[in-house]
């Protein structure tokens, strides 16, 4: 499946954004859909999945959500209160491992993104 994942800019600390993953080529309603993030002095980290359940990195939990539209094949990461520690470029991925564990690892997804830059001024 291809992957576009948008919705990135500037904002102020507090702010809000939302970002949206289409998948084209098929429908992903059966897979796992992660978002992670990535700043250049940082390996990927694990930020939302969305399966049969949701999954949070604990530093974004109560402030970020995950949700899915399988009508419209997207996967949305709604960001709310964002801080200066979530700048970063936001990845989203597709695969079917993660359905059943490590959601939170980005080995067990097969298809990514292309990334769109979220940065957070204070």
């Known amino acids: 499946v291809q992957l576009q994942a948008s919705g990135g800019g500037a904002v102020q600390a507090g702010d809000s954004l939302r970002l949206s993953c289409v998948a084209s080529g098929r429908s992903f309603s059966n897979d796992a859909v992660g978002w992670f993030r990535q700043t250049p002095v940082k390996e990927r980290e694990f930020v939302a999945a969305?399966?049969?359940?949701?999954k949070y990195a604990d530093s974004v939990k109560g402030r970020f959500t995950i949700s899915r539209d399988n009508v419209k094949n997207t996967v949305y990461l709604q960001m709310n209160s964002l801080k200066p520690e979530d700048t970063a470029v936001y990845y989203c991925?597709?695969?079917?491992?993660?359905?059943?564990?490590?959601?939170?690892?980005?080995?067990?997804?097969?298809?990514w993104g292309q990334g769109t830059l979220v940065t957070v001024s204070s």
């Open positions: 969305i399966s049969w359940t949701t």
């Open positions: 991925a597709a695969g079917t491992r993660p359905r059943y564990s490590g959601s939170n690892y980005p080995e067990n997804y097969d298809d």
